[in-house]
């Protein structure tokens, strides 16, 4: 149920708080005084589209935020809040948030993480039905109107098989129409998945390669200046005349002498020969690494061939030579695959056979339990609406079944049928479509009909109703009221009303009132207690008169204590 609504800076609403209470709430008040912001205000929170003109005059922001406790909510909530990256609730509160600036800035959260508006859309689908002049969007859809016959049968089950199946049904003609070509179109595939798999397979490619034969290719590519630097290295170490060697000897027999004279002196002498053998293991290294060098242009020519061949791979195939070796390995399973056509669409087309035949079996029994159900519905909403004023109106639920087969085309997940509720309000006139009633308080009262008889069966569990009284009086207003208070007992009904016995059979009452303070106008609500009570429903009769107040007791006195 919904809790809490705050309000602020939305259109004569500066900083509104609304504590909701369960059952059936009534909202009354002066017309313009701002009933129907509350309904705007839940609709923007609940994903409907900003208008920035309804922001208040002088400010620059506007925010909603409502407070639901879903401690008895069905939809599957914890789930869909996790896979939206969203916090949990606490103690059963779910806290929506939206916010939006004049300047178009749009946000809004959910327990306190940002999300988008299409996932508070998506939870007012499970949260409310708002039910006014321009909201009945849901029952005039087939799709709603099918839910609604199936949830008044408790279809749900058959009909959530039936979705899986179509679900696997979809995945097969998937794989099928990935094999199902042209021979032309087969045969190049195959062709072309060959050479692929092929070329790349013949190139033995290790992931590391690249990395050496590009070493190695610079070195053979400088193997000739290599080999002159080294051999001069080694002159200049001991072939030359001057060479490091010739110096390190003559400078070896003047240490030599001086250790002669001052043996304190030997550790020169030391040092100079460790010098002497740094550099002959030089001389050592540098020969060997000469005779290491390979001058050979037939393996330069044979790198090059190699790295080339590696990048026209990359080319075509990958960035690295890894992505090359993973493209080969598809394109060999998919070669696999398409070699193995017949066999494979064999397999598909044998689970295809018994999937359909489960969903010709499932989607028939759907069917048959939906034209048992649509005489019993009939039947209960023509009582309802009689209780609402249309004593001879005539209310029908006409439904469609496409045929299906093995070659169908893919039916819906909800099944075969397509259903249309007609209803005719007065007598002597046909039935029409639902959908092209004119009148938003006839569209209304069927609404009400229908939840009434749902009542113990939808899961939505907050049922707003903006004017469903409209045009409406006398004992048709004390059947309105009566059916408001039985869906009370069952959901968390908001209605905003001008009718006084709708109003006094709510268990909470509010009223709406507005006042101008420093050339301002500003909205209120506050929740009535019994001597308010009469005098709003005096207001609602016509006045304050003794008779107004005596009527409005009355009305209170008929209302059955919650």
Known sequence: MLTTLRIKNLALVADLTLELQPGYNAITGETGAGKSILIGALSLVLGERADRTLIRGGGDNCSVEAVFDVSRLRAPLKKFLEENGLEPCQESQLLLKRAFTASGTNRQFVNGSPTTLNVLAALGEWLVDIHGPHEHQSLLHSARQLAILDAFGSLDPVREQFAELVGQRAAREAEKASLIVDEKTYAQQLDLLRHQAGEIAAAQLSP???????????LASNAAKLLELSQAA???LSEDENSLAAGAGALGRTLQELKRLDPDAVCLFSLHEQALS??????????????????DPGRLQSLEERLNLIQSLRRKYGTTVADVLEFGEQARQKLQHLEMRDAELER???????INAHLQHIG????????????KLNKAVAKQLADLGFQQSHFDVVINSTAFGAEATAPQSTGFDRIEFQFAPNPGEPSHPLRAIASS??????????????AAQDDIPVLVFDEVDANVGGETAHAVAQKMRQLGEHRQVLCITHLAPVAASASAHYVVT???KLLRTVTHIALLDKQGRVTELARMLGGQSEAARKHAEALLKETPTF
Request: hydrophobic share 35%; net charge negative.
């Open 348 to 354: 598909i087309n044998g689970e295809l056979t018994k």
């Open 364 to 375: 028939e029994e759907l069917s048959a339990q939906r034209r048992k159900l649509i005489p």
């Open 208 to 218: 590391d390669e690249e990395a050496d034969l590009e070493r190695e290719h610079r």
């Open 278 to 295: 740094f550099l002959r293991d030089l001389q050592s290294d540098l020969s060997h690494y000469a005779d290491k060098l390979d001058n």
């Open 514 to 516: 507005k006042e101008t």
């Open 234 to 236: 080694l002159r200049q």
């Open 441 to 454: 308080g006839e569209i209304a009262r069927v609404m009400l009909a229908l939840k009434t008889v749902l």
